[in-house]
């Protein structure tokens, strides 16, 4: 991986109480599968991001545990119900150990 | 170099036409299938029934690039304390490996849907495995026909 991978995250700033609300996620990451071979004919090592996590005011709300199968650049939406203003941390584990982490808060009125 | 007649030289020809393919991109061949996915379904849950509706695949009839297929999936569930879903597990009988994406649900998401971008090496049946929160199973499939697999590089 040349570059370190860059999350991008959209949530609304602005929620009504009980609002549903969609948030999506992408972050640049090569997914590689492990499942191909370089020019010489070697399997290229696996390196994946494993497990994505979405907390709200440091409890989890949603988590995805991804595969090989998932594409580069990967992009996950869900959803969640707007109870009351606070804090999402999304976080990206990735299989070398590393944790990718993204901020943004929400105003619930 | 003769051959008895133009039928057995051109099996020859075939022959090891395909040897030689089978050498080239033998490691590649290497597909899970339906056996695969029941096995990391049995993982999961034994022998459980798996009920089905309430679980709605939705991914593109035809993908044309199946290094980025969307898919979403969505379960029926009114998402309370009581009555949620709490896992759903989706697989790809004809990818190398079966597992593509299992998502984790809680009741502060309000509504049971998710989704990812997946790679499909072949045209093949995607399978969903939803779990509730009482413990029951729902399950659903779907084809993607598949333009130009998305496997190996």
């Not at chain 1, 995250?9 to 499942?35: C, F, W, Y």
């Not at chain 2, 679980?55 to 898919?71: F, S």
Request: charged share 25%; hydrophobic share 40%.
């Amino acid at each position: 991986m040349s570059n370190k991978p860059v999350p991008r995250v959209r949530v609304p700033a602005n929620a009504k109480k009980d609002e549903l609300i969609e948030i999506k996620t992408l972050i640049s990451h090569e997914m590689e599968s492990g499942q191909r071979r370089d020019s010489a004919g070697k399997v290229i090592p696996r390196r994946i991001i494993n497990t994505f996590t979405a907390e709200f005011d440091g409890k989890t709300v949603f988590e995805a545990t991804w595969h090989p199968a998932i594409s580069a650049n990967p992009y996950q939406s869900f959803f969640y119900k707007a109870v009351k203003s606070g804090e999402f941390t999304f976080k990206w584990k990735d299989d070398d150990g590393s944790v990718y982490e993204s901020k943004a808060k929400i105003q619930v009125a | 170099m003769t051959f008895p007649d133009a039928l057995s030289r051109r099996d020859a020809i075939v022959l090891a036409a395909l040897s030689a393919a089978a050498t080239a991109i033998g490691p590649r061949l290497a597909h899970a299938d339906a056996a695969a996915v029941e096995a990391e379904i049995k993982k999961l849950y034994a022998d459980k029934k798996l009920g089905s509706g309430r679980v709605k695949i939705d991914v593109p009839q035809i993908a044309e690039n199946g290094l980025v297929v969307p898919i979403n999936v969505e379960v029926e569930s009114p998402m309370t304390e009581q009555d949620f879903v709490k896992a759903v597990h989706v697989y790809a009988d004809g990818n190398p490996l079966p597992g593509v994406v299992s998502f984790a649900f809680t009741p502060a998401c309000g509504k049971a849907a998710a989704s990812s971008r997946m790679r499909l090496a072949q045209t093949q049946n995607i399978i969903a495995v939803a779990e509730m929160s009482d413990g029951s199973l729902f399950t659903s499939k779907v084809e993607v026909k598949v333009t130009i697999g998305g496997c190996g590089g």
